[in-house]
């Protein structure tokens, strides 16, 4: 009997889909290398996935009062509301299909773990440290779940504790 694979989302960009903003690959063979026998990849993109276009202009995390928001940065549209949506279905979803874990792309404004920037309404740096509005989502839908950026993936990788998997997570 072949041995059930843990179901892994993973953030569509790491895996060479040309889902980025400006349609470019950012493939991290690290990703693919570490994890491709072990693992079921389920890739997802947020931006795409909520209706979005390839290209797209670039967006960006920003402070207000009623809390962080998706903005396009050349016109000022919020999209926070389309991502967050999008996200309640995504995350229903997620929860069918029994994703173990979600690896992000680091900086970017929905997928984020900690590494995005986040703006005041001016353009100007407040912190680099936030948390995209999908990845805040799945993390307050699913806070036992392993999340982490691709910069991390060795201690991801650790501790989904592959080595040992054999059908069931230890």
């Known amino acids: 009997m072949p041995l059930k694979k843990l179901k892994i989302g993973v953030s569509a960009c790491l895996l060479g889909m040309r889902f980025r903003y400006d349609g470019k690959c950012k493939l991290d063979q690290r990703v693919v290398d570490m994890l491709l026998d072990k693992v079921d ?6 931006e795409v996935e ?18 962080t928001r998706l903005k396009v940065t050349e016109d000022g549209r919020d999209l926070t509301l389309t991502m967050e949506q999008w996200a309640e279905g995504k995350l229903d979803q997620i929860e069918r299909r029994d994703f173990a874990a979600f690896l992000c792309k680091s900086k970017s404004p929905s997928c984020a773990l900690k590494s995005a ?21 799945l993390k307050r839908r699913f806070p036992k779940m392993l999340i982490a950026e691709e910069t991390e993936l060795e201690d991801f990788v650790k501790h989904l504790n592959l080595d040992i998997f054999t059908g069931e997570k230890q």
């Open 41 to 46: 990849f389920i890739p997802v993109c947020p």
């Open 50 to 67: 909520c209706g979005l276009p390839i290209p797209r202009p670039k967006m960006h995390l920003e402070h207000s009062s009623g809390g």
């Open 117 to 137: 920037a986040l703006l005041d309404s001016r353009g100007q740096l407040i912190r680099h440290d936030a948390a995209g509005i999908f990845v805040k989502l």
